[in-house]
């Protein structure tokens, strides 16, 4: 068996827990899940994982941009009360349900 050594490192505590939650859930612990990173990352050289950065990136003006134009687009649209809402959720249901029948 090769020399063990024990690595180290600080993390968020909730993306820790988050994580390990979703690990146990595939019937394995963190360091297991981390001695299988490192194994992969041996065996393609590199990150187990597509690692690159996205095309273009966008600022946060972009996003504000977009979001009034969608809010101008939608200001002619009439406004629904909350019951015409879940009346119209309902009978989209009941038509899927029938198609699904």
Do not use: C, W
Not at 73 to 91: F, H, K, Q, T, Y
């Amino acid at each position: 068996m090769a020399e063990q050594v024990l690595v180290q490192f600080r993390a968020d505590k909730s993306l820790k827990d988050e994580v390990s939650d979703i690990y146990n859930k595939l019937g394995m612990d963190l360091p297991t899940a981390f001695r299988m990173f490192l194994a992969k990352s041996k065996q393609v050289r590199g990150l187990p994982f597509e690692a690159t950065l996205p095309a273009s990136t966008s600022i946060r003006e972009d996003f504000g941009e977009a979001f009034h134009a969608l809010r101008e687009e939608a200001s002619d649209l009439p406004e629904m009360s909350l019951e015409e809402i879940n009346a119209e959720i309902s009978a989209s249901r009941a038509e899927r349900k029938r198609k699904s029948l």
